[in-house]
């Protein structure tokens, strides 16, 4: 991790955002009010403003960074925007000059690279490409993306194109949402669920081509597809595998695709000055949003894209800014406020593709999805406050953490080239020229270095790919990653002792959802409450389903504590989604108690979909009629690991490792002091907090994992008294006699 200004600003950014807000937000108004005043009393046709010394002189005050001018010196011009034919924007992108010899390359060769600046087509127009020249015939043209956002907004696309519903020769596959048919010939997914398809069919015999598309993110899902694919050409002469980047590691990908062909395609880019920050900035969000204001009063037409780092930073700076900008009057044009990230639904996603009206400027607030897998035309003015959050694996402590980090130099070069699509642009950066260069990593670290492995370690197993040390990696994950990934599933008893799939693991991998979950879902089926856990398990997997408007968080908190449950937040969800069907499914009900509707519509559709997998593997689906002691019970046997005891100090420590934690004030659990809970993930904000926590007995630590707990302080005469600790011996001993590859391997080596 780079030490230095970005990490001192990456602290500031989120704590002293609130405190400042208020003042902030004040000063500005007085300001813009001025402005404002000034601008209709000197000329309301809002023209020779430039000569006002008193408007230079508020304009100084509103703008708090000065920018150090480097680069290109011109000013930018903006074009014209205009809507033509989709057949025309079709011819008019880059890629179209390349089609025949995309086409010819890609019958020639079993594997291509393709390399090409984001926008230029390749997404939306190869898999057509293709499918005129008659490959569609043969088998589907498949499309991985590592975003399920981008799948579904790239099928509705090139079906708006192919002219057809979505569904039907063009579709869509994500997690827990299937828009195929017999007829598609031309389908996107998430990488994630070709990489599901592998299991039950390593040839990938329904496919012609794949696209391995934004190959340059090395998502956990595209990385193992770049080797199960390699594997899989070897036996399917006619299987065509392309990979797609925006970056240059094309020749990286070339090279372990056989040294295969690479094709660029060239770049329709124009210049993006480049303007860094004086000093490192305290706040960046207070920096952005006076980045946008600078550019709103001062600049000519042209849309703004601002890379934040997640959806509650977006939502609070376009709430900011939506008052800040109120102050301003009809003086200046309209400036449309924009969110977009992945949890938004798609109709209000589909709204930052829509043109901006004359006299007005768009400003899209999004999280780095916009650095490559959506393109929104348009946008003359980039702001990269430099950072992302990125989920960050911890092996020793065992759990996954979303973290804010500076980005890469090559993350921060894509964000500045989407101010370049449809004219010069201008890209402001919110550090300094030199953190740019000193403190910036090159490249993005892939993520099958840094995440939680057991997901895909399990689906491995469960191909029959047993020796991990020899698989065909593009960059190996580290030793102790491997090994962590390893031992979370032998402690969820998928594993044997020997690292080989247990008949337990082998139905667990049949399930799409973290080791843990299938644990306790199968676990369920034994202990006849298989209907309370696949509705626990589909409300966890959606987003948060209460509601808390800011101007009515007290009477939502008071409703939202009306299903709380005493013995903590996993039955508060199940007390939810039953009262939620009760009433009918309904919306009113839903605005009674601030629920999102759509979330809970969504957990119903995640319900049903784990049903048919239970119901296809045959097991059966029970309720336990209200025994909540057996849905905790039940629980346990999947969240062992995430157990934490009480402690006088610390509030919470957690028995594996003993880090400090709190329960989080969202929790129904919140202020209770019961002994021992279990939870369902860490979350770091101010502090390491539990988040979904349930409270159970100690004495079914040992009762449901026997082999990672034993009792401790035996002469202790109250059971409630009684200590639990891991079994730390067996757990490093199990650690140290784990084959990465198996003994017969290395005898065979030998
Ligand atoms: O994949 P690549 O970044 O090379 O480009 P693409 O995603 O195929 O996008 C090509 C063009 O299609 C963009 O410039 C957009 O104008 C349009 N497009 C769109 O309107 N809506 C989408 N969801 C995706 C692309
Ligand atoms: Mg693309």
Redo the contacts with the bound molecule.
């Keep these: 991790v780079p030490k230095g200004s970005m990490n001192r600003m990456a602290l500031n950014g989120s704590s002293t955002m609130k405190e400042h807000r208020e003042e902030k937000l004040m000063k500005t108004r007085e300001v813009e009010n001025q402005i404002r005043k000034l601008r209709s009393v000197d000329d309301p046709t809002k023209k020779n403003m430039q000569g006002s010394k008193e408007m230079e002189e508020l304009r100084q005050q509103l703008v708090v960074t000065s920018w150090e001018r480097s680069r290109i010196r011109d000013k930018p011009t903006f074009g014209k925007r205009t809507s033509l034919p989709i057949s025309q ?1 079709r011819m008019d ?1 880059p ?1 179209y000059s390349m089609r025949s010899t995309l086409v010819e390359a890609v019958k020639a060769n079993q594997f291509l690279v393709i390399v ?10 190869i898999t057509q490409y293709l499918n005129e020249e008659g490959l569609g015939r043969k088998g589907i043209i498949g499309c991985t993306q590592p975003r399920r956002v981008a799948a579904i ?2 099928a ?2 090139v079906s708006e194109e192919f002219g057809c519903d979505v569904g039907d020769e063009v579709g869509y596959t994500v997690r827990f949402d299937d828009r195929t048919s017999r007829r598609t010939q031309i389908k996107y997914m998430t990488d994630g669920m070709l990489q599901r398809e592998a299991l039950l069919d390593p040839l990938m015999s329904r496919y012609s081509v794949i696209m391995l ?1 934004e190959a340059h993110e090395r998502t956990v899902a595209t990385d193992i597809l770049f080797a199960l694919l390699k594997e899989a050409a070897k036996k399917r002469p006619d299987l065509r595998v392309i990979v797609t980047s ?1 970056t240059l590691d094309s020749d990286k990908f070339s090279k372990y695709f056989n040294d295969c062909p690479v094709i660029h395609i060239p770049g329709k880019t124009f210049p993006v000055e480049v303007l860094y920050a004086d000093t490192p900035q305290m706040d960046y969000i207070e920096a952005t949003l006076d980045c946008v204001m600078d550019i709103h009063i001062n600049n000519d037409s042209g849309d703004i894209l601002v890379f934040l780092t997640g959806q509650e930073e977006i939502d609070t700076c376009c709430e900011i800014l939506y008052e800040r900008v109120k102050t301003l009057g009809d003086a200046i044009g309209e400036l449309i406020i924009l969110p977009i990230y992945s949890a938004l639904p798609s109709e209000v996603q589909s709204k930052i ?1 829509e043109p901006t009206p004359e006299g007005s400027r768009k400003v899209v607030f999004a999280t780095n999805i916009a650095e ?1 897998s ?2 929104i ?1 348009g946008i003359y003015y980039v702001i990269d406050p430099g950072f992302s959050k990125v989920n960050i694996y911890n092996p020793r402590a065992g759990m996954e953490q979303l973290v804010v980090q500076p980005i890469s130099r090559a993350q921060a070069n894509q964000r500045k080239g989407r101010a370049g699509r449809t004219g010069p642009g201008r890209c402001y950066r919110l550090y300094t020229e030199s953190a740019f260069f000193n403190e910036m990593a090159a490249n993005t670290v892939p993520e099958i270095q840094r995440q939680n492995l057991s997901n895909t370690i399990l689906m491995l197993k469960a191909m029959g790919i047993n020796d991990l040390l020899n698989f065909d990696f593009m960059d190996p994950p580290p030793k102790n990653m491997m090994v962590s990934a390893l031992s979370e599933l032998f402690n969820l008893e998928a594993l044997d002792t020997k690292g080989y799939l247990t008949k337990l693991g082998q139905r667990m991998s049949q399930f799409p959802m973290d080791p843990t979950l299938a644990r306790v879902l199968l676990s369920s089926v034994t202990n006849e409450c298989s209907e309370e856990i696949t509705t626990i398990i589909a409300m966890l997997s959606v987003q948060s389903i209460f509601y808390r408007p800011k101007d009515k968080q007290q009477e939502a908190d008071r409703r939202k504590a009306r299903f709380h449950h005493p013995y903590g937040d996993h039955l508060t969800l199940l007390n939810v989604y039953t009262q939620w069907e009760n009433a009918g499914s309904n919306d009113q009900f839903c605005d009674l108690n601030f629920l999102q509707g759509r979330h809970l519509k969504k957990a119903r559709d995640v319900k049903k979909q784990i049903l048919t997998i239970v119901h296809q593997l045959r097991l059966p689906v029970t309720s336990c009629r209200g025994d909540v002691d057996i849905v905790r019970k039940t629980l346990v046997t999947g969240f062992f690991m995430n157990a934490a005891k009480r402690d006088a100090q610390e509030g919470y420590k957690t028995v594996m490792g003993g880090t400090a934690v709190g329960i989080h004030p969202s929790s129904a659990l919140y202020g209770k002091a019961y002994e021992y809970v279990i939870y369902n993930s860490l979350v770091l904000t101010s502090r390491e907090f539990m988040s979904q926590v349930t409270c159970i007995e100690p004495e079914w630590l040992l009762e449901c994992a026997p082999h990672f707990y034993k009792a401790v302080d035996a002469n202790s005469a109250s059971r409630k008294r009684m200590k639990i600790a891991p079994l730390y011996d067996m757990y490093s001993k199990s650690q140290n006699s784990w084959r990465l590859s198996s003994k017969r391997n290395a005898k065979e080596k030998a």
């Design positions: 924007q992108l890629v090409g600046e984001t926008g230029s087509g390749k997404t939306t127009q907004s790239v509705k696309r598309d925006a593709f490559t959506i393109t035309d």
